[in-house]
């Protein structure tokens, strides 16, 4: 049986003042009063006494010497459980702190010791930690899950999951300060790292100082042919402007002139790149008709009867070819659509089938138990039947030894009166007896005759047929004990029979569902490669005719281009401009511009190693420290940082192990728990999902999002939903975590855990309280509030739904708070 709390004793522990005794029930504990009255001493209380510590000593918010009472210098905790569990403390103060004895009773036995905490953690199932996150619920806690942003909930969830810790676990390894350290290090090897790449690449220090020199020339010789360029191309620019100046009006035809002649050359050179000498337009357009009637054979075969109709129809002549083969690719894609659909219908099949082959062993696993059963039963079940076979069923040998017991009762009756008239005779005839000593009347010589004869005919003995009767009343008794003994053998071998019967049924089903699910996947297997084999050739084919029609395009382009460019020379020269000194000149522009750009890469690249070189010269030397100790430093602290990145990555491992593990148990439990507590038919569901973020040395962030399902399975995030509906997510997710965790706690703190509200959410969390108890998701429930419209909720809500409740009211009488009595 799941723990409980039965009882609280406080004396001079916080606000109370001397000795204070609270019982709790079953269901729901209320425990109300204004500000300041002690309504969260008591959670403290109860949880100090359990662990020895609470949440605002843990946060350094208090000391633990503010719990005991500031007019006294002790104060004492007991509190007592279900299941035979007593828990003591006891504070005295020394000093500014305090010292604490402890002790606690498990089953009649006390321990007194410093396990104690481990003592209590064994029997709970949860430490200080977890008690916090999954049993003790504040206003804080709610806050954050109903009304807190994505990064505050985000935040809280994580710190309930625990992985708060491994976070902080994670910026605690200083790998920024490694960090730093490997770049000094670095910084101070590279003049010497720099010595032998010099020599290796120069040959000597005294080259590589002579091909400084060298560099310095040829920067120099570089901007002395940059500038000479720059003069020659400033000069081409000036007789290019001064005989454009001599053709105004006719710009427009010039540009149009140069922009055609310059695509014209372009396109030329592209053409003679590629290889391609010549496209025979009565090829591309057969090859797309092969690839068109191949597609439509493949479309056919799978089905695709539409789509093949269409691109059978397609008509393909020399005008229409890139327009064809744009419809030919679109139905082509119908088939990769299909590919992936079949690949996706595989492995829905595949997952499937591992369900399958899973439930086969289980029930595989189900008929050895079975049969092995039967195998175990099936003496004792022949035993029985051999005993029905000679004796009939129980009911008939119960009928013959009721039988057996009336005869027997009967002839032992006839012989005790036998036995009596026996003796009556006997005494007439030895006394003589002239009268009948029962009657009285006169007895003659023939009487006495008569009476001689009936005494011989009643000494006969039926002592055989009563012995006979008790032996077979005996026997039957004894069979009848071992048929009843048998019995229940009998009855459960005989459901174990039916049962096997159901388990083979199911089992041969499934097998039989495998089978032909292994033949669907073999099929699809099949199907797939063959559409796969032919999306790969077809791919290929449609590209190089692609690739055709493009070049087929581009020499279309380049005659057209060539007749513009022989019209707009003629027009340029009937408007008398020379087009062969102006080619010329822009000839040698592009020419000279050329030239420049080569002369200042090169440049760039010689100021560059320049710079380099001279940089490396200047450094080397100036470390003092010998290069085989930083090296060794330098590898220490690199091992280092890879230890520290390993250890980081298992920490994010275990990170996302956690939080998976954590979010698909609770996922379940959050929608179960959900449609138990939520009354109305708008929602039918709710779940929780993340999104993981790495962001590098600062670790892995979490961002969890809480949804509820509208009909037809719409989700919608909490903060779209009422303060009613995020309530009751909020607290179904508190109550999955809480079932989640494997711990023997049947019992729910809550400090205060919904103040400020408005009517409609106070009623709905009172309603909420009683379903918890009444779908036994918990069995008691420990409420602080100051609330007296809260408490009126809960307790009506109670009341109707038949919810065990009991109130502790509390008053704040100048520094002193009293527990002034409970109602039930």
Same mark, same amino acid.
């Given at each position: 049986?799941?723990?409980?709390?039965?009882?609280?004793?406080?004396?001079?522990?916080?606000?109370?003042?001397?000795?204070?005794?609270?019982?709790?029930?079953?269901?729901?504990?209320?425990?109300?009063?204004?500000?300041?009255?002690?309504?969260?001493?008591?959670?403290?209380?109860?949880?100090?006494?359990?662990?020895?510590?609470?949440?605002?000593?843990?946060?350094?918010?208090?000391?633990?010497?503010?719990?005991?009472?500031?007019?006294?210098?002790?104060?004492?905790?007991?509190?007592?459980?279900?299941?035979?569990?007593?828990?003591?403390?006891?504070?005295?103060?020394?000093?500014?702190?305090?010292?604490?004895?402890?002790?606690?009773?498990?089953?009649?036995?006390?321990?007194?010791?410093?396990?104690?905490?481990?003592?209590?953690?064994?029997?709970?199932?949860?430490?200080?930690?977890?008690?916090?996150?999954?049993?003790?619920?504040?206003?804080?806690?709610?806050?954050?899950?109903?009304?807190?942003?994505?990064?505050?909930?985000?935040?809280?969830?994580?710190?309930?999951?625990?992985?708060?810790?491994?976070?902080?676990?994670?910026?605690?390894?200083?790998?920024?300060?490694?960090?730093?350290?490997?770049?000094?290090?670095?910084?101070?090897?590279?003049?010497?790292?720099?010595?032998?790449?010099?020599?290796?690449?120069?040959?000597?220090?005294?080259?590589?100082?002579?091909?400084? @020199?060298?560099?310095?020339?040829?920067?120099?010789?570089?901007?002395?042919?940059?500038?000479?360029?720059?003069?020659?191309?400033?000069?081409?620019?000036?007789?290019?402007?001064?005989?454009?100046?001599?053709?105004?009006?006719?710009?427009?035809?010039?540009?149009?002139?140069?922009?055609?002649?310059?695509?014209?050359?372009?396109?030329?050179?592209?053409?003679?790149?590629?290889?391609?000498?010549?496209?025979?337009?009565?090829?591309?357009?057969?090859?797309?008709?092969?690839?068109?009637?191949?597609?439509?054979?493949?479309?056919?075969?799978?089905?695709?009867?539409?789509?093949?109709?269409?691109?059978?129809?397609?008509?393909?002549?020399?005008?229409?070819?890139?327009?064809?083969?744009?419809?030919?690719?679109?139905?082509?894609?119908?088939?990769? @659509?299909?590919?992936?659909?079949?690949?996706?219908?595989?492995?829905?099949?595949?997952?499937?089938?591992?369900?399958?082959?899973?439930?086969?062993?289980?029930?595989?696993?189900?008929?050895?138990?079975?049969?092995?059963?039967?195998?175990?039963?099936?003496?004792?079940?022949?035993?029985?039947?051999?005993?029905?076979?000679?004796?009939?069923?129980?009911?008939?040998?119960?009928?013959?030894?009721?039988?057996?017991?009336?005869?027997?009762?009967?002839?032992?009756?006839?012989?005790?009166?036998?036995?009596?008239?026996?003796?009556?005779?006997?005494?007439?005839?030895?006394?003589?007896?002239?009268?009948?000593?029962?009657?009285?009347?006169?007895?003659?010589?023939?009487?006495?005759?008569?009476?001689?004869?009936?005494?011989?005919?009643?000494?006969?003995?039926?002592?055989?047929?009563?012995?006979?009767?008790?032996?077979?009343?005996?026997?039957?008794?004894?069979?009848?004990?071992?048929?009843?003994?048998?019995?229940?053998?009998?009855?459960?071998?005989?459901?174990?029979?039916?049962?096997?019967?159901?388990?083979?049924?199911?089992?041969?089903?499934?097998?039989?569902?495998?089978?032909?699910?292994?033949?669907?996947?073999?099929?699809?297997?099949?199907?797939?490669?063959?559409?796969?084999?032919?999306?790969?050739?077809?791919?290929?084919?449609?590209?190089?005719?692609? @690739?055709?029609?493009?070049?087929?395009?581009?020499?279309?382009?380049?005659?057209?281009?060539?007749?513009?460019?022989?019209?707009?020379?003629?027009?340029?020269?009937?408007?008398?401009?020379?087009?062969?000194?102006?080619?010329?000149?822009?000839?040698?522009?592009?020419?000279?511009?050329?030239?420049?750009?080569?002369?200042?890469?090169?440049?760039?690249?010689?100021?560059?190693?320049?710079?380099?070189?001279?940089?490396?010269?200047?450094?080397?030397?100036?470390?003092?420290?010998?290069?085989?100790?930083?090296?060794?430093?330098?590898?220490?602290?690199?091992?280092?940082?890879?230890?520290?990145?390993?250890?980081?990555?298992?920490?994010?491992?275990?990170?996302?192990?956690?939080?998976?593990?954590?979010?698909?148990?609770?996922?379940?439990?959050?929608?179960?728990?959900?449609?138990?507590?939520?009354?109305?038919?708008?929602?039918?569901?709710?779940?929780?999902?993340?999104?993981?973020?790495?962001?590098?040395?600062?670790?892995?962030?979490?961002?969890?999002?809480?949804?509820?399902?509208?009909?037809?399975?719409?989700?919608?995030?909490?903060?779209?939903?009422?303060?009613?509906?995020?309530?009751?997510?909020?607290?179904?997710?508190?109550?999955?975590?809480?079932?989640?965790?494997?711990?023997?706690?049947?019992?729910?703190?809550?400090?205060?855990?919904?103040?400020?509200?408005?009517?409609?959410?106070?009623?709905?969390?009172?309603?909420?309280?009683?379903?918890?108890?009444?779908?036994?998701?918990?069995?008691?429930?420990?409420?602080?509030?100051?609330?007296?419209?809260?408490?009126?909720?809960?307790?009506?809500?109670?009341?109707?739904?038949?919810?065990?409740?009991?109130?502790?009211?509390?008053?704040?009488?100048?520094?002193?708070?009293?527990?002034?009595?409970?109602?039930?």
């Amino acid at each position: 049986m799941r723990i409980r709390v039965n009882e609280l004793i406080v004396r001079n522990f916080r606000g109370f003042r001397d000795e204070h005794r609270i019982t709790f029930n079953d269901g729901i504990n209320i425990i109300h009063g204004p500000v300041g009255s002690g309504k969260t001493s008591i959670i403290q209380a109860l949880e100090y006494a359990l662990y020895g510590t609470q949440l605002e000593v843990k946060e350094r918010v208090s000391k633990l010497s503010d719990l005991i009472n500031e007019d006294s210098n002790s104060a004492m905790v007991k509190l007592v459980l279900s299941n035979g569990i007593e828990v003591a403390r006891e504070l005295r103060r020394a000093g500014e702190s305090a010292r604490e004895t402890a002790s606690v009773a498990i089953n009649g036995t006390t321990y007194k010791s410093d396990d104690i905490y481990s003592r209590v953690v064994e029997v709970l199932g949860v430490d200080d930690d977890d008690f916090e996150r999954f049993v003790l619920v504040t206003h804080r806690t709610l806050e954050a899950l109903v009304y807190g942003n994505v990064s505050k909930r985000s935040l809280f969830i994580d710190k309930m999951f625990g992985l708060d810790a491994l976070d902080n676990l994670n910026r605690s390894l200083p790998m920024s300060q490694i960090e730093n350290a490997i770049t000094v290090l670095r910084q101070r090897l590279a003049s010497v790292k720099e010595l032998p790449e010099i020599i290796s690449k120069y040959g000597s220090i005294e080259k590589a100082q002579s091909k400084v @020199k060298e560099l310095k020339d040829e920067i120099e010789r570089l901007r002395k042919e940059e500038g000479e360029l720059s003069n020659v191309y400033s000069e081409l620019m000036r007789k290019r402007e001064e005989l454009l100046r001599g053709f105004r009006g006719i710009e427009e035809v010039y540009s149009d002139y140069i922009a055609t002649r310059l695509r014209r050359e372009n396109l030329e050179q592209e053409l003679e790149k590629s290889g391609v000498r010549e496209i025979n337009e009565m090829s591309i357009r057969l090859e797309l008709e092969r690839i068109r009637d191949s597609l439509v054979e493949k479309l056919e075969e799978y089905a695709m009867v539409k789509e093949a109709d269409d691109v059978g129809k397609l008509v393909i002549t020399n005008d229409n070819l890139a327009d064809a083969s744009e419809k030919i690719y679109t139905a082509f894609e119908g088939l990769v @659509k299909l590919k992936d659909k079949l690949i996706e219908d595989k492995e829905y099949l595949s997952n499937v089938r591992s369900d399958l082959e899973v439930q086969v062993e289980a029930l595989k696993a189900s008929l050895r138990e079975l049969e092995s059963r039967l195998s175990q039963e099936e003496p004792r079940v022949r035993e029985y039947r051999a005993l029905v076979d000679k004796y009939g069923e129980p009911i008939k040998v119960k009928r013959e030894i009721e039988e057996l017991r009336s005869s027997l009762e009967k002839i032992s009756a006839e012989e005790s009166f036998k036995s009596s008239l026996l003796n009556v005779l006997q005494y007439i005839l030895t006394n003589h007896e002239d009268r009948c000593p029962i009657c009285g009347r006169p007895l003659r010589d023939d009487d006495h005759k008569r009476i001689k004869d009936r005494i011989t005919e009643l000494s006969k003995s039926r002592s055989e047929e009563i012995n006979n009767i008790r032996s077979r009343l005996s026997e039957l008794e004894r069979i009848l004990a071992s048929m009843e003994a048998l019995l229940p053998i009998v009855n459960d071998y005989e459901a174990t029979i039916e049962r096997m019967r159901d388990v083979r049924s199911r089992y041969e089903t499934a097998l039989s569902k495998l089978e032909t699910i292994e033949r669907s996947i073999r099929d699809i297997d099949k199907r797939t490669q063959v559409l796969i084999r032919f999306i790969d050739e077809f791919r290929v084919e449609i590209d190089d005719i692609d @690739k055709s029609i493009s070049y087929l395009r581009k020499y279309r382009e380049l005659e057209s281009l060539k007749m513009r460019e022989d019209e707009l020379r003629q027009r340029l020269a009937n408007l008398g401009v020379d087009t062969q000194t102006i080619i010329s000149i822009e000839e040698q522009i592009r020419y000279i511009d050329n030239k420049l750009t080569q002369v200042r890469t090169k440049l760039s690249d010689d100021s560059a190693e320049l710079s380099r070189l001279e940089l490396a010269l200047s450094s080397i030397g100036f470390d003092r420290e010998d290069p085989s100790v930083l090296r060794k430093r330098l590898d220490f602290l690199e091992d280092f940082y890879n230890k520290l990145t390993r250890i980081r990555a298992g920490i994010r491992d275990v990170q996302a192990r956690v939080r998976d593990e954590m979010i698909r148990v609770i996922k379940n439990n959050v929608g179960s728990i959900f449609k138990m507590l939520y009354p109305y038919g708008d929602l039918e569901g709710a779940g929780i999902e993340v999104t993981v973020r790495d962001r590098g040395i600062v670790g892995v962030v979490s961002e969890y999002t809480l949804y509820a399902l509208r009909l037809g399975g719409r989700k919608v995030t909490i903060s779209r939903l009422s303060d009613g509906q995020r309530l009751t997510i909020a607290l179904s997710f508190l109550l999955s975590v809480y079932r989640s965790t494997n711990h023997n706690i049947d019992f729910l703190l809550m400090d205060e855990p919904v103040p400020y509200v408005d009517q409609n959410i106070r009623k709905a969390f009172a309603t909420l309280l009683t379903r918890f108890i009444g779908e036994e998701l918990i069995g008691q429930v420990i409420i602080t509030t100051q609330s007296g419209d809260l408490v009126n909720d809960i307790t009506n809500a109670a009341k109707e739904n038949g919810i065990k409740y009991k109130v502790i009211k509390l008053i704040k009488d100048g520094n002193e708070r009293r527990i002034v009595g409970s109602n039930d």
